[in-house]
């Protein structure tokens, strides 16, 4: 079992940038594949991005490719969101999610956070 918290959401101005965090506490947090998701008011969860186990491949949904990046620190037991040129499209609940292998489908994931909050103004 993995435990997940994120942090970092904020209120921010279009064309801004914000780090989010997910710390994991738990099961060896090197052995998951981690992945970021969203909700919109009214709207599926939807994938952000992605990194693999221990080798850190990275993969991104398309209307973040270029601005968005995900990397993770194994010795902090950290996956990171980095940000930039926000829109406020990207206004939504942001969540961490954790599972054995990597996947773009939310329904895949078996650890997941309480999720924290980005609003982006314009």
């Known amino acids: 079992q993995v435990q997940l918290v994120e942090s970092g959401g904020r209120l921010v101005q279009a064309g801004g940038s914000l780090r989010l965090s997910c710390a994991a506490s738990?099961?060896?947090?090197?052995?998951?594949?981690m992945a970021w998701f969203r909700q919109a008011p009214g709207k599926e969860r939807g994938f952000v991005a992605g990194?693999?186990?221990?080798?850190?491949?990275?993969y991104y949904a398309d209307s973040v490719k270029g601005r968005f990046t995900i990397s993770r620190d194994n010795a902090k037991n950290t996956v990171y969101l980095q940000m930039n040129s926000l829109k406020p499209e990207d206004t939504a609940v942001y969540y961490c999610?954790?599972?054995?292998?990597?996947?773009?489908?939310?329904?895949?994931?078996?650890?997941w956070g309480q999720g924290t909050q980005v609003t982006v103004t314009s």
């Open positions: 999610a954790a599972n054995d292998i990597a996947s773009m489908t939310s329904s895949s994931y078996d650890y």
């Open positions: 738990g099961r060896t947090f090197s052995s998951y594949a």
């Open positions: 990194i693999r186990r221990s080798g850190g491949g990275t």
